[in-house]
């Protein structure tokens, strides 16, 4: 194997991690556009999701089925969240969401604990793939993943530019009292939102857990990488989210030779760091007051 | 059981100093820290490491309170420009980084394996003896930061740190410059976690990377909220139910052995988390501040 | 502080959205006498207070004090040169009293150095004393003396807007720019801030008010500015700008519109 196809092969395990990365990331700049916080479950949100589609796995399903289950069981935790939780939080500062979020966070992790167990769970691995261009190869699993994430993405996209709710969205999130007061139902623009959050949450989280494997600590170590390409990208700009996921994805597999494994998060802080110095509002996202 | 309490006591000494740091960064200040405990980690970690490596124990404690003090300096210069949301989440990876380090710096900390050995002060008093001593060290820490916290919020410092808290903007329309400010409450929030981290690591006699999770963090913003946020009696109450809540669930499983070590550890963080969830609904100023305070 | 220092403003320019919010402005306004800026909403009043306070940005344009130029000073340094400025909405700070609202104010505390705290207690307790005095100074000067040691979420609107004042002149200003000090303010408070202004400006201290009570501004003022759509429209005694056709076209055109509407 020559430098070029061992490079190639780093980048394409990162773009399909980078998908990951950017799914995750574009479920919190949805609520942190639209519900004005950072939802610091997202991680937590993911583990159940992968957990869902684990069960869906052994109980026979096919990775569209346990895609389903993920989808739900990440719609439900999100709709769980806000209405029982965040929902009562409306008009209080932003910490009180925050810190919320991280108590929800701590609840959905350790139920999952105590349901199925501490040990991580595995799913079968795929078989390395025909696909193989000058030693460069592709898991068939990879490209299913990538697959579902890219559909999800296009879907919430769609959602979000062409559906009256998604329009709605988008008006909460440039202006909230403005939005109230031109008649935007709150209520169905919530429930639209941490549905959809949920489900691209959950989704991520399937993904992690194929590529990994299952257990309570997932999506926690999801966090900061999410958080960084939501910034790097722009928060207030979905595509952007998505588009830093997807570079963050690729600069932490294309770093692996000379920072290791263990430091990929530390590349997502430092990401962070830095463009929240040099340009607050990310790659592509609108003059926001970050200081 | 008398060393039952005092282990007991000795614990809630050090939460109480963690939950006062907090205090007086988020309470008198407004700083969203979520990386307390990157400080409490490193204050333990210095004092351990220069223990360990042959200097008196009192050396170690003075090396492990600077060198938080020194990590909070570029974190304030960083984050302090940053609103209250990107503040917290830079401050979380922040002391996940910390740990991060620490697991992979083996040549220095031995990474996951943990540093044993910690030597202990007050040695030569025999073993009950020496925990008395301990208690009466963190109780004389404990004793000193506060008077050196009333002295410092009841001044015109104090003061300038509650008005940046509750309107920066108005400050600096004022002519003054908040982030200076604002870097010394980090700076003296981050020392006294570096003391309560030397404390810590001297009397569990080893330091590991896993006891410095996140959940360390969100354990003292509950025991801050509960116990009354902007105020010091409010931290030490605070910090005195955390201190019985986490051993009281140890009870639990003594009650009912067939409850693993794992799902007691599980049940506790639903608690914890559950609790932060209802006070910051229902009770955001605990249980003894007042409602007029943020 | 000379007779003759001043506030000038050359060829303000601030685009915005597609507007021209200020559109070449010129004026140069005194510091030592009360002068009145008017106009309908939307005109760039609060713009062009922004700007002059260093929360607005320019395009282009020079905004000189006391001949200094400000450009390149940010809010806070503008402040330490003695121009401050008070906010439509009050800025309390919420959870302090009256009397630590108005001390924070003071600048150069030797107490806010944690360095003088610990080191050089007698200084600060020193200082601190004259503060206290000052403080109530103020507070007597403002008739506060009711709501001296409540907190600051606690007091009335025109309260607040006293202690708005109060906070400014405990900073020992040069000049102060009020926007809207009279607005939802009653009228019996409303005279009492009137009498205030009027006695401090007899003490030396330079005026700016944006203000939609035009009765009240024109028995303050000496002199009115009157803006429209970002640009001056009129300038001179009250009498003159209120009865100056343009003004009138201004006002009446933003009634109608709002008839319309």
């Not at chain 2, 003391?195 to 963090?217: E, M, N, R, S």
């Not at chain 3, 009711?146 to 000049?175: C, F, H, N, Y």
């Not at chain 3, 001056?232 to 109608?256: F, K, N």
Request: net charge neutral; hydrophobic share 55%.
């Amino acid at each position: 194997m020559n430098t070029w196809s061992f490079y190639a092969n780093l980048a394409l395990n990162g773009l399909v991690e980078g998908l990951l990365i950017g799914l995750a990331a574009l479920a919190l700049n949805l609520v942190f556009a639209v519900g004005r916080f950072p939802n610091a479950a997202t991680g937590d949100f993911m583990t159940v999701g992968a957990y869902a589609g684990f069960g869906a796995h052994y109980l026979g399903g096919n990775i569209v089925v346990q895609s389903g289950a993920a989808m739900l069981a990440g719609a439900a935790v999100g709709l769980l969240s806000y209405f029982a939780v965040f929902r009562k939080l409306a008009g209080r500062p932003m910490v009180a969401a925050l810190l919320a979020s991280i108590g929800l966070g701590f609840v959905y992790r350790s139920v999952v604990s105590l349901f199925a167990g501490h040990d991580p769970r595995f799913f079968p691995m795929g078989t390395v793939s025909a696909i193989n261009i000058g030693g460069v190869r592709i898991r068939d699993t990879d490209v299913w993943l990538a697959g579902i994430a890219l559909l999800c993405m296009a879907v919430a996209l769609a959602v979000l530019h062409l559906t009256p709710v998604g329009r709605q969205m988008r008006a909460v999130a440039d202006n909230a009292v403005l939005a109230q007061a031109s008649g935007i139902r709150s209520r169905r623009v919530m429930f639209a939102l941490w549905a959809m959050a949920g489900m691209i949450t959950g989704v991520a989280g399937l993904m992690l857990g194929i590529r990994t494997a299952v257990s309570p600590e997932l999506g926690w170590g999801m966090l900061l990488p999410a958080f960084a390409a939501a910034v790097v990208g722009g928060v207030g700009s979905p595509a952007g989210a998505i588009l830093g996921g997807v570079m963050l994805g690729i600069a932490q597999e294309l770093s692996t030779p000379w920072l290791g494994f263990s430091y990929k998060i530390a590349l997502s802080f430092v990401a962070l760091a830095v463009m929240l110095l040099v340009r607050p509002q990310g790659l592509f996202g609108q003059k926001e007051a970050v200081r | 059981m008398l060393g039952y309490l005092v282990a007991l006591l000795i614990l809630g000494g050090i939460y109480a100093l963690l939950t006062i740091s907090l205090d007086l960064q988020y309470g008198h200040t407004g700083l969203v820290n979520f990386g307390l405990v990157g400080f409490f980690a490193v204050g333990a970690y210095g004092s351990a490491l220069v223990a360990l490596a042959g200097y008196p124990i009192a050396v170690g404690f003075a090396v492990g309170i600077c060198s938080a003090a020194l990590l909070a300096l570029p974190i304030g210069g960083l984050a302090l420009r940053l609103r209250d949301d990107y503040f917290a989440i830079v401050t979380l990876g922040f002391s996940e980084v910390v740990r991060l380090v620490i697991v992979n710096e083996e040549w220095l900390t031995k990474g996951g394996l943990g540093l044993p050995g910690v030597p202990r002060p007050f040695a030569q008093l025999g073993v009950g003896g020496a925990e008395a001593a301990y208690l009466a060290l963190v109780v004389a820490c404990n004793v000193i930061v506060v008077l050196v916290i009333r002295r410092v919020v009841g001044s015109p410092f104090g003061r300038l740190l509650q008005a940046i808290r509750d309107n920066e903007t108005t400050v600096v329309s004022l002519g003054k410059s908040p982030p200076g400010a604002k870097v010394r409450a980090l700076v003296i929030g981050a020392a006294i976690a570096g003391l309560a981290g030397a404390l810590y690591a001297h009397y569990i006699t080893f330091v590991v990377p896993d006891q410095f999770l996140p959940i360390v963090t969100f354990y003292v913003w509950m025991a801050m909220i509960l116990g009354g946020v902007g105020r010091l009696s409010g931290s030490l109450a605070g910090a005195a139910v955390l201190v019985l809540l986490l051993e009281g669930t140890r009870f639990v499983r003594d009650l009912v052995p067939s409850v693993l070590a794992v799902e007691m550890a599980s049940i506790r963080l639903i608690l914890i988390g559950l609790l932060l969830i209802v006070f910051v609904i229902y009770r955001p100023y605990g249980v003894f501040g007042s409602p007029s305070r943020q | 502080m000379s007779a003759k220092c001043s506030l000038e403003l050359q060829h303000v320019k601030k685009a915005w959205g597609g507007l021209q919010v200020l559109d070449d402005v010129s004026m140069t306004v005194s510091a030592s006498a009360i002068t009145g800026l008017i106009g309908p909403n939307g005109a760039g009043k609060s713009t062009l207070f922004g700007a002059i306070s260093g929360n607005v940005p320019l395009d282009s344009g020079t905004i000189r004090f006391d001949n200094e130029v400000l450009d390149r000073l940010d809010a806070c340094e503008r402040a330490r040169r003695g121009l401050l400025r008070t906010f439509q909405v009050p800025r309390p700070f919420a959870n302090l009293s009256v009397r630590a609202n108005l001390a924070v104010a003071v600048r150069d505390q030797p107490g806010e150095s944690l360095s003088q705290v610990f080191f050089r207690p007698a200084l600060v307790a020193s200082r601190e004393r004259e503060i206290e005095a000052r403080v109530g100074e103020v507070i007597d000067t403002l008739n506060l003396r009711s709501v001296a040691d409540s907190q600051a979420s606690q007091i009335s609107g025109g309260q607040l807007k006293l202690l708005e004042l109060g906070r400014l002149l405990m900073t020992e200003p040069r000049m102060i720019l009020l926007d809207e000090p009279f607005a939802g303010v009653n009228p019996v408070l409303a005279d009492e801030l009137a009498e205030r202004i009027r006695e401090l400006n007899a003490g030396g201290l330079g005026f700016f008010i944006v203000e939609h009570d035009l009765g009240a501004l024109s028995r303050l003022a000496a002199t009115l500015f009157a803006m429209d759509n970002g640009a001056l429209i009129a300038h001179g005694t009250p009498e003159e700008v209120l009865s100056d056709p343009h003004v009138r076209a201004a006002y009446v055109g933003a009634e109608d519109s709002r008839a319309a509407a």
